[in-house]
């Protein structure tokens, strides 16, 4: 069974331009997460999603950053435009099941870096 | 506020030796605490959940038990390989939905 995969791997771009990252979760999987993790620390919930419905945004910077996960399968985030301090590691994880109890599954992340 | 440390930051142990990493959080009120390993510029891999009313699991050469009342986990490693050096991460999932990760423990298991 094909595990998160994310694309890309790395992207490197000059600060105020745009960036778009995409995951697609273990199948039938219904809760997708996007977590920032900078260097030397855990990673940092930014959204989740219940199937097409985000119920926690709590923490996404709304002026820059965007996500989507149209039919509930597939997500993109997007941040626009980048800040030199919007380098890091940006995960997505899912995991089966609504809300509390289900086990998550990592992908193997996007490294940005903002010149 | 849930908080998650973990402790220590770092951990070097020769190999075949025996360990223990430590997790620790605020808020008892938890559904579930999930421990990670994460490689250099990899992703995390998740090695054990423990649910709310679980007191251990167990998986190989891996034990993780669970006291809410006190705020704590403990992750055991037995017989400890140099394949183990990675960092360790432990999440807690809360009452309110929101899961909060630790710092990590970096191990390096040396031959």
């Known amino acids: 069974e094909a595990g998160v995969v994310q694309s890309p791997r790395y992207k490197i771009i000059e600060k105020k331009q745009p960036v778009a990252f995409w995951c697609n979760p273990i199948s039938g999987h219904n809760t997708l997460y996007w977590y920032l993790q900078n260097l030397g620390q855990g990673p940092e919930l930014l959204i989740r999603y219940e199937n097409e419905e985000a119920v926690d945004d709590s923490q996404l910077p709304k002026d820059r950053f965007s996500a989507e996960r149209l039919k509930g399968v597939d997500s993109t985030l997007k941040i626009q435009p980048a800040e030199l301090g919007d380098s890091a590691v940006y995960l997505c994880a899912s995991s089966l099941g609504l809300g509390r109890g289900g086990e998550q599954f990592f992908g193997p992340g996007t490294r940005l870096t903002v010149l | 506020k849930q908080e998650v440390t973990q402790i220590p930051a770092a951990l070097s142990v020769p190999e075949g030796e025996n360990l223990v990493l430590n997790c620790s959080f605020t808020?008892?009120?938890?559904?579930?605490l999930q421990w990670f390993r994460q490689d250099p510029g990899k992703g995390l891999t998740s090695l054990l959940l423990?649910?709310?009313?679980?007191r251990e699991q167990t998986s190989g050469r891996l034990n993780a038990s669970l006291d809410k009342s006190s705020g704590r986990s403990t992750l055991y490693i037995a017989a400890s390989q140099p394949g183990d050096s990675a960092t360790y991460l432990c999440a807690v999932k809360t009452s309110y939905d929101k899961v909060i990760f630790g710092p990590g423990t970096s191990l390096s298991v040396i031959p």
């Open positions: 808020d008892s009120a938890i559904y579930n």
């Open positions: 423990i649910q709310s009313s679980q």
